[in-house]
């Protein structure tokens, strides 16, 4: 958008909320902006379609090795402890662009620890892993 006289880029209209006819509307509207939220991240973050990837792996894996509904639960938490740092990792992306679109050494403070929350997740995820699963993996493989 230009503002026409000077031609300069200019600015963006006003946030205007979306006006919903009842309560009700208000609450189904905002499912889907949480679906389009999530939507988002895995259309465009090649990470979280990498972290949903091995979700699924290991829950297949739980199903082979018959893992307990609790070692189950265990797994989903840590399952959503990932996409959610990895989710608001990219909040943070998207926030830091649209404030600091230039280079500014806050702007990078900001991204890397954003970024290393994530790896801190993964990392969890990986103990967890080789809790749940290290144990049946060894007794199949060297005891059967
Ligand atoms: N505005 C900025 N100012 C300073 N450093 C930045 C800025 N934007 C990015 N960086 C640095 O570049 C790194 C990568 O940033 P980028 O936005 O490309 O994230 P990414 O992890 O590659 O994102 P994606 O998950 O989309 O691939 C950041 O971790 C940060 O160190």
């Not at 999530?38 to 199903?63: D, E, F, K, S, Y």
């Not at 893992?67 to 797994?75: K, M, P, T, W």
Request: proline letters at 7%; charged letters at 10%.
């Amino acid at each position: 958008m230009r503002d026409v006289m000077n031609n300069q880029p200019s600015a963006p209209p006003p946030y205007q909320p979306v006006p919903h006819k009842s309560k009700w509307g208000k609450f189904i509207a905002g499912f889907g902006f949480a679906f389009s939220g999530i939507r988002h991240t895995i259309t465009t973050q090649r990470n979280m379609r990498v972290h949903i990837l091995i979700g699924l792996c290991a829950v297949l894996m739980g199903l082979i090795l018959r893992i307990s509904a609790l070692e189950f639960a265990v797994l989903f938490v840590t399952m959503i402890c990932v996409f959610t740092a990895e989710m608001f990792n990219t909040v943070f992306e998207i926030c830091v662009d649209l404030v600091s679109p230039q280079y500014h050494p806050l702007a990078k403070i900001a991204k890397d620890v954003a970024a290393g929350a994530v790896l801190v997740s993964a990392i969890l995820a990986v103990m967890v892993g080789l809790c749940l699963f290290g144990p049946p993996l060894w007794h199949l493989i060297f005891h059967s």
